[in-house]
C-alpha cells in the first residue's frame, strides 16, 4: 500500500524554496515548450493537464488512483468550496490540505474568481470584494483579495491564484474594461497581502496573477503587460472558454502568451477539450485544468487515443475489447467496453470511477506524449495527425 502522507519541513532548511521554471526545450515550428516546474512538493514536467479536486477530491477517484493509473503530478483544489465546507478551522487542524486528504504532490488552488462568474445571481461585487450567498445554507460571506489570500494560505496550496473578476461573454468594452481594471486593483491588493504574511505549515506558497480583458486586443494586451510586471514565480490567462467561439479563444491565448514572459509557466484556466489543449499547447501555454474528463465521464463521453465514444451507445454492448489499449493505464487496458457500458446502463458507482480514471488517465498521455514530441522535435505533425484523430466520434 503506497503511503501518500507528505513530507512535511522538519526544520532542516530542505524546503521553502519559492517555485522555479526550467524551460527545456521549445518547438522551432510552433510555439509549443517541454519544462519542468519544481515546487516543494515536487517536480511537475510540462505540458501539464491538473485534474480538478474541486471539494478536496477528484470526484469519484481515490488518491491512489490518481498516484497509480492516471499519473496525476499536480491536482487543483476551490477555494470557494473549501471555505464553506469543511471550513478553515479543519483545514488549519489538520495541517492544510496535503495532510487533509494525503495527497504529496503539488496543489494548485483556485481563488473564487471564477465563482463571481458562475453564481452570478447569488453575489454582489463591490470595489471591497465580492459578496457570495453560500449555495450550501444561503449564509452571507465577503471575499476580499486579502481575505482570499489568506484562505488560500490556509488551505495550502503551493500555487495560489489571485483573486479576480472573470466576465463572461460576451461583454461590451465598458463592463469588460471595468472588470478588468478591478482585477488589477484587487491584484495589487493580493501582492501587499501575500507578501506580508508567511506562508503556512513549513512549504512555499506561490501567487500567480492572472490576466482578464474578455475579448478586446486593447484590454488583453495591457493586462498581459500589467501582468508580466509583477514578476511572479508565474502566471494565468483567465476569463477565456467561456462561451465565445474556439478560435477567439486560441487568438487571445496566443496574444497572452506573446506577451507573458517565456521564462515563467503559463497556465491557462479551465480549458477544455483533448484538441483544445493540443492548441493550446501548440501556442505556448504550459499548464491546464478542466472539468470536463471527470464530468464527461460520468456522463458516459469517454476520450480515448483514437476518438470520442458515447458507451451508452448499444454498438458497445458486445463490444469485449478494452476500452483503450492504446494508453498506459491498467483500467483502461483491463476493462471492457462492453462492462462499462453496463455499469453506466445499471448506474454502478464503479461506472463512474472507471470512465473518470480513465478519462484523466487519457488526458495525461495526452500531454505526456505532446512533451515527448516536442522534446524530439516531431511535434507538429504529430498534433495534426491528433486533431483530426481525437476530434472523430466512434
Known sequence: MRIFAANFYSGSGAYMAALQFDLQHTDINTKARAGKITTDHGEILTPIFMPVGTVGSVKAVTQQQLFDDVNAQIILGNTYHLYLRP????????????????????????????????????????????????????????????????????????????FDECPPYPSDYKYAKDSMELTHRWLDRCFTQFNSTPDKYGYTQNLFPIVQGSTYKDLRTASAEFVASKNATGNAIGGLSVGEPMEVMYEFTELCCD??????????????????????????????????????????????????????????????????????????????KAYLRHLMKAKEYLGYTIASVHNLAFYLWLVTEARKQIITGTFPGWKNEMMVKLQQRL
Open 87 to 162: 471550513g478553515l478551522d479543519i483545514l488549519e487542524a489538520a495541517g492544510g490540505l496535503h495532510k487533509f486528504n494525503g495527497w504529496s504532490r503539488p496543489i494548485l488552488t483556485d481563488s473564487g474568481g471564477y465563482q463571481v462568474f458562475s453564481l452570478a445571481n447569488n453575489r454582489k461585487l463591490a470595489e471591497e470584494g465580492a459578496l457570495f450567498q453560500s449555495h450550501i445554507d444561503g449564509s452571507k460571506h465577503l471575499f476580499t483579495p486579502e481575505k482570499v489570500m489568506d484562505i488560500q494560505r490556509t488551505i495550502g496550496g503551493d500555487i495560489i491564484m489571485a
Open 259 to 336: 506577451i507573458l514572459p517565456k521564462e515563467k509557466p503559463r497556465y491557462l484556466m479551465g480549458v477544455g477539450t483533448p484538441w483544445n489543449i493540443l492548441e493550446g499547447i501548440a501556442l505556448g501555454v504550459d499548464m491546464f485544468d478542466c472539468v470536463m474528463p471527470t464530468r464527461n465521464g460520468r456522463n458516459a463521453m469517454l476520450f480515448t487515443s483514437n476518438g470520442i465514444i458515447n458507451i451508452d451507445n448499444k454498438k458497445w454492448e458486445k463490444d469485449f475489447s478494452p476500452i483503450d489499449d492504446g494508453i498506459p493505464c491498467e483500467v483502461s487496458n483491463f476493462y471492457s
